[in-house]
């Protein structure tokens, strides 16, 4: 006997019947499953996108058959006698919607309890989506979207319907409520009638799992309910199906739902062919563009925004971010989805809120190395920061110049380069939390960091107290590609002219160390502190254990609270943590709170200085597995 699936109700075979079933009806099945994952393929197996799609297949057809549920024609009926409309409005036409906002770039904001892989967004089993949608609407979105799947994401069709209701009470008259999007995986004329019937004005059509003549036939039934469909797309091909099924709105998943890997570059390739195919799409203002475009995912800052109004996108879907922010209202606000917020030269103090940071460990670093041949362990194994450490008074300082020399030429050597990295600099004035997660791409792409096969470490000279003179010394002698501060110099000290390199500030996090754990102070007052300081200065944030009593900054071996961590990028920080780091523990560092970055140095030695190879093997490959896994969402 078959086993169910994972986490499922069904075995694969019942999945794999369901979703082949997708497209037995096409005249011409090779054509219209063209773009299919894994078609015609019989040692395929299903993505996570197809297994829930073919869990919802399976779940609507148990509905359908089931006396007592609604049924089709009942739905349409009650669309067709206008009850609902009747109470709570006519529906809105995306598109309409979308084109309306102009200059400013819409925005969809996401209502989501969970998800399949980094579990629920938030620890209030109880929050109203009504609630949040209204907060959502209050700060500037346009549209609402509401995902309703219930086994993997926690949703429902309560959900939508409370969002649409709430929403409609709390516009003003004048006003225009913001459009609601049912998100999920639609399969039939059922899901999106029952949309309907729940108040939604629009719903999601992903093209990855629909095959073309589905897909047109799922469009032509929403016009037919006033509803103009979201279209989902990823690859070049998904966009020729899109349009040949006669898609107007057009959203662009920067994850592959398959694979999972982001890059936010594909809302670019897709602006591409279209303007190769000659489509009118521009977020301009014409009231005749005959497609809308929208991104969907990666995105949490105002220069995300700014990067896709540069190139005529009309919306942004922003998710995750938003439901784990500590203030959404006030991070929707510092999306600058007006032009001329973004252009401001002071746009907010340094203690605002931004979208939560969600994008899940980018960065591993090595620190403490000393030796060429230690530095090349860690760069084969794919660190992105290698860390020399110029402190005399550390068990891990660099025997002399020379040797940093040698392992600078080492990592340089690895990384296919001849010289320190060029690092760009800000385009315009920004608050210190816009100008840090700007840096934070910044470094990412600088390393290559899931962009690429090919790992470019840099070099990181870390110092503590000690003379700008020396420091920048050190960086033109050595040739060091980043700096990082890690004694009391302060913020402003960070600024590239004192340091020579783009520096990387330790904030220490005071923590009493007893036999058996380690407590963290008064989080809430360093967090506050923390942002009250903040400058644009650094171009990284690093949290360090700091024992109290101890002098000495680093190198303690003991962890503090990770979910101090995790509260900071909840305001929209990304950072990196150190401290206590092992391989026994990368794992759940990764998980538990998915920082930016995370830093070793005595977790993987055999002595102060002297690394264990296999220890930082296992680090870094634990460390870049763990992210993967987690980032692996929808």
Same mark, same amino acid.
């Given at each position: 006997m078959e086993e169910k699936s994972n986490n499922n109700d069904f075995t694969s075979a019942e999945l794999r019947i369901a979703l082949d079933g997708l497209w037995k009806d096409s005249d011409d099945a090779d054509y219209d499953a063209r773009h299919i994952y894994g078609y015609k393929d019989d040692n395929h197996e299903m993505s996570m996108l197809q297994t829930i799609t073919a869990t919802r297949i399976l779940d609507y057809k148990a509905i359908q058959e089931d006396n007592d549920a609604v049924s089709l024609q009942e739905y349409e009926r009650r669309f067709q006698e206008d009850e609902f409309v009747k109470e709570y409005g006519?529906?809105?036409?995306?598109?309409?919607?979308?084109?309306?906002?102009?200059?400013?770039?819409?925005?969809?904001?996401?209502?989501?309890?969970?998800?399949?892989?980094?579990?629920? $967004?938030?620890?209030?089993?109880? @929050?109203?989506a009504g609630d949040q949608a209204v907060?959502?609407?209050? *700060? +500037? %979105?346009? !549209? /609402?979207?509401?995902?309703?799947?219930?086994?993997?994401?926690?949703?429902?069709?309560?959900?939508?319907?409370?969002?649409?209701?709430?929403?409609?009470e709390q516009t003003?008259?004048?006003?225009?409520?913001?459009?609601?999007?049912?998100?999920?995986?639609?399969?039939?004329?059922?899901?999106?009638?029952?949309?309907?019937?729940?108040?939604?004005?629009?719903?999601?059509?992903?093209?990855?799992?629909?095959?073309?003549?589905?897909?047109?036939?799922?469009?032509?039934?929403?016009?037919?309910?006033? $509803?103009?469909?979201?279209?989902? @797309?990823?690859?070049?091909?998904?966009?020729?199906?899109?349009?040949? *099924? +006669? %898609?107007? !709105? /057009?959203?662009?998943?920067?994850?592959?739902l398959h694979t999972f890997r982001m890059d936010l570059r594909t809302t670019e390739h897709v602006v591409e062919q279209l303007t190769q195919l000659n489509k009118k799409f521009q977020h301009d203002g014409s009231t005749t563009n005959e497609y809308a475009l929208c991104s969907l995912s990666g995105m949490s800052t105002a220069d995300d925004v700014d990067r896709y109004r540069q190139i005529g996108?009309?919306?942004?879907?922003?998710?995750?971010?938003?439901?784990?922010?500590?203030?959404?209202?006030?991070?929707?606000?510092?999306?600058?989805?007006?032009?001329?917020?973004?252009?401001?030269?002071?746009?907010?103090?340094?203690?605002?809120?931004?979208?939560?940071?969600?994008?899940?460990?980018q960065l591993v670093k090595v620190c403490g190395i000393t030796s060429s041949e230690d530095a090349l362990v860690a760069c084969q194994a794919g660190a992105n920061l290698i860390g020399i450490i110029f402190v005399p008074k550390s068990k891990r300082c660099i025997p002399n110049v020379d040797c940093a020399k040698e392992i600078v030429e080492t990592v340089r050597n690895f990384g296919e380069r001849q010289e320190a990295i060029q690092y760009p600099g800000e385009e315009k004035s920004s608050s210190p939390l816009s100008s840090l997660q700007s840096s934070a791409s910044k470094l990412?792409?600088?390393?290559?960091?899931?962009?690429?096969?090919?790992?470019?470490?840099?070099?990181?000279?870390?110092?503590?107290?000690?003379?700008?003179?020396?420091?920048?010394?050190?960086?033109?002698?050595?040739?060091?590609?980043?700096?990082?501060?890690?004694?009391?110099?302060?913020?402003?000290?960070?600024?590239?002219?004192?340091?020579?390199?783009?520096?990387?500030?330790?904030?220490?996090?005071?923590?009493?160390?007893s036999d058996d754990s380690t407590t963290t102070t008064d989080t809430d007052t360093l967090i506050a502190s923390l942002f009250d300081t903040l400058t644009s200065d650094p171009v990284a944030i690093l949290l360090d254990t700091s024992i109290k009593g101890s002098k000495d900054g680093g190198g303690t071996g003991v962890t503090f609270d990770w979910s101090l961590a995790e509260k900071i990028q909840n305001r929209g920080l990304p950072v990196l943590i150190a401290g206590g780091l092992k391989p026994s523990n990368v794992k759940d560092a990764v998980e538990s709170v998915r920082p930016w970055g995370v830093d070793v140095s005595s977790g993987v030695e055999e002595s102060p200085g002297q690394k264990d190879v296999d220890k930082l093997r296992d680090f870094v490959r634990i460390a870049k597995q763990t992210a993967t896994e987690t980032s692996k969402g929808f």
């Amino acid at each position: 006997m078959e086993e169910k699936s994972n986490n499922n109700d069904f075995t694969s075979a019942e999945l794999r019947i369901a979703l082949d079933g997708l497209w037995k009806d096409s005249d011409d099945a090779d054509y219209d499953a063209r773009h299919i994952y894994g078609y015609k393929d019989d040692n395929h197996e299903m993505s996570m996108l197809q297994t829930i799609t073919a869990t919802r297949i399976l779940d609507y057809k148990a509905i359908q058959e089931d006396n007592d549920a609604v049924s089709l024609q009942e739905y349409e009926r009650r669309f067709q006698e206008d009850e609902f409309v009747k109470e709570y409005g006519p529906t809105l036409d995306l598109g309409e919607v979308i084109r309306s906002q102009y200059p400013k770039m819409a925005l969809a904001a996401e209502f989501k309890r969970a998800s399949p892989s980094k579990g629920k $967004m938030t620890n209030d089993d109880n @929050v109203s989506a009504g609630d949040q949608a209204v907060k959502y609407a209050a *700060a +500037g %979105a346009n !549209v /609402i979207s509401i995902l309703t799947e219930p086994k993997w994401f926690l949703g429902s069709l309560d959900d939508l319907q409370q969002s649409r209701i709430r929403t409609q009470e709390q516009t003003a008259e004048g006003q225009r409520r913001p459009a609601i999007l049912r998100k999920e995986f639609v399969v039939n004329e059922y899901m999106i009638a029952e949309a309907a019937a729940y108040g939604a004005d629009t719903v999601l059509l992903i093209v990855a799992v629909l095959p073309q003549h589905l897909l047109k036939k799922l469009i032509d039934f929403s016009r037919k309910l006033n $509803m103009e469909p979201l279209v989902e @797309v990823h690859a070049p091909i998904e966009l020729d199906v899109a349009l040949e *099924a +006669g %898609a107007k !709105v /057009i959203g662009v998943n920067n994850r592959n739902l398959h694979t999972f890997r982001m890059d936010l570059r594909t809302t670019e390739h897709v602006v591409e062919q279209l303007t190769q195919l000659n489509k009118k799409f521009q977020h301009d203002g014409s009231t005749t563009n005959e497609y809308a475009l929208c991104s969907l995912s990666g995105m949490s800052t105002a220069d995300d925004v700014d990067r896709y109004r540069q190139i005529g996108v009309g919306m942004c879907l922003i998710g995750e971010s938003l439901m784990r922010s500590s203030d959404p209202q006030c991070a929707i606000t510092n999306l600058c989805l007006h032009p001329d917020d973004y252009k401001k030269e002071d746009n907010s103090s340094s203690n605002q809120v931004g979208a939560a940071y969600t994008r899940g460990t980018q960065l591993v670093k090595v620190c403490g190395i000393t030796s060429s041949e230690d530095a090349l362990v860690a760069c084969q194994a794919g660190a992105n920061l290698i860390g020399i450490i110029f402190v005399p008074k550390s068990k891990r300082c660099i025997p002399n110049v020379d040797c940093a020399k040698e392992i600078v030429e080492t990592v340089r050597n690895f990384g296919e380069r001849q010289e320190a990295i060029q690092y760009p600099g800000e385009e315009k004035s920004s608050s210190p939390l816009s100008s840090l997660q700007s840096s934070a791409s910044k470094l990412e792409d600088l390393t290559q960091c899931n962009r690429g096969s090919l790992s470019r470490p840099l070099v990181v000279g870390v110092f503590q107290n000690q003379a700008p003179e020396y420091i920048r010394q050190m960086v033109q002698e050595c040739g060091l590609d980043l700096v990082q501060l890690h004694g009391k110099e302060g913020m402003e000290a960070c600024n590239v002219q004192n340091t020579g390199a783009p520096t990387i500030r330790v904030v220490d996090i005071d923590t009493t160390a007893s036999d058996d754990s380690t407590t963290t102070t008064d989080t809430d007052t360093l967090i506050a502190s923390l942002f009250d300081t903040l400058t644009s200065d650094p171009v990284a944030i690093l949290l360090d254990t700091s024992i109290k009593g101890s002098k000495d900054g680093g190198g303690t071996g003991v962890t503090f609270d990770w979910s101090l961590a995790e509260k900071i990028q909840n305001r929209g920080l990304p950072v990196l943590i150190a401290g206590g780091l092992k391989p026994s523990n990368v794992k759940d560092a990764v998980e538990s709170v998915r920082p930016w970055g995370v830093d070793v140095s005595s977790g993987v030695e055999e002595s102060p200085g002297q690394k264990d190879v296999d220890k930082l093997r296992d680090f870094v490959r634990i460390a870049k597995q763990t992210a993967t896994e987690t980032s692996k969402g929808f």
